[in-house]
């Protein structure tokens, strides 16, 4: 049964339980606590670049609570630091990766938040716009072909990405076949400097669903629990043998499309400051109280966990060695690792 708080509004969960939601929000303070290290640590000189997901913290924090470890597939696009977190990379893996060292699962080679984890479902994926989601469908292909049901892959991207040819290849084949495959498109109005209303005569994304013959939806990326519903019923759908849906969360991007990035030179401070309104991680933080999950107390101590547990994973992953140039070849070539046998 839902709570209710003290103005007589009952909590909409979606089926969510208190541990639930205790574990979005840890989610979306541990992505915003990362974020900001990245931050740090390339101003510090001690990583070439970073992308933060801030804004994006309730959009991905509740799309990785619909995920199913052990059986989904994820194929994230590079600001989907939440969805790693939440289907079960840790901090240390995280800055294992930012610190390109050797033991990050891509044995340090690949770019600053390019995750990947065979154990965890979680794809490997290019920097170039939506060049894992023909890879994201044809994993969604294999589990058809096998005859395979309770699985489903999830695939991300920006908005930007849905005006690349890739992208709508990959949606009508999906469509096609009806393939178990959710597209979810976290749409933060910004395509790196280019606004959406210079980039899509339809700025409604989710609208596009009906030119390929599939559901589409909208929703608040702002709240997690909405997001979760949309999600999980989507994946629910795909994972029965309903096929795709595209899903369109709709969230802001706080923070500069990079730390090579300065984002004032295409937008203004008062735009910002005017989204940061909607901060999801307050907001979510104020429902909670609201509604009895959390108490005061419980949040500050959550608060002091995730940054001791953030520096801890900083300090570790910083002391560990570098790839050796004798691995240089490894996992690139069949046998031998001369490039020239």
Known sequence: MAKTDTKGKKLERNGLSDDQ????????????????????????????????????????????????????????????????????????????????????????????????????????????????????????????????????????????????????????????????VVFLVENNLWAISTPIEHQMGQPEIWKRAAGYGIPGHRFNGFDPIETYGSVNEALDRARSGG?????????????????????????????????????PVPRFERVLLDHDVMSAADVEKLKRDVLRETNEATDRAEAMPYPTAADLYTHLYEGAWQPWQ
Request: glycine share 10%.
């Open 21 to 180: 939601l205790r574990a979005i929000f840890r989610n979306m303070l541990l992505q915003r606590q990362l974020d900001n290290r990245g931050f740090q640590l390339n101003r510090q000189g001690k990583i070439p670049f970073a992308l933060g997901s801030e804004g994006h913290e309730a959009l991905q924090a509740g799309a990785a609570m619909a995920f199913h470890r052990g059986k989904d597939l994820l194929a994230p696009y590079y600001r989907d630091l939440g969805l790693a977190l939440g289907i079960g990379l840790t901090p240390y893996e995280i800055l294992l990766s930012l610190f390109a060292r050797a033991a990050d699962h891509n044995g340090g080679r690949q770019f600053p938040n390019h995750y990947s984890s065979k154990d965890a479902g979680l794809m490997s994926f290019s920097s170039i716009l939506a060049a894992h989601i023909p890879h994201a469908v044809g994993a969604a292909y294999a589990m058809k072909y096998r005859g395979e049901r309770g699985r489903a892959v999830l695939v991300t991207c920006g908005d930007g990405t849905t005006s690349e040819g890739e992208w709508h290849e990959s949606v009508n084949f999906a469509s096609i076949h009806k393939l178990p």
């Open 243 to 279: 096929g795709p849906t595209l899903l369109e969360g709709m969230c802001y991007r706080f923070l500069a499309h990079s730390t090579d990035d300065n984002d004032m030179t295409y937008r203004t401070k008062e735009e910002v400051e005017a989204h940061r309104k909607e901060d």
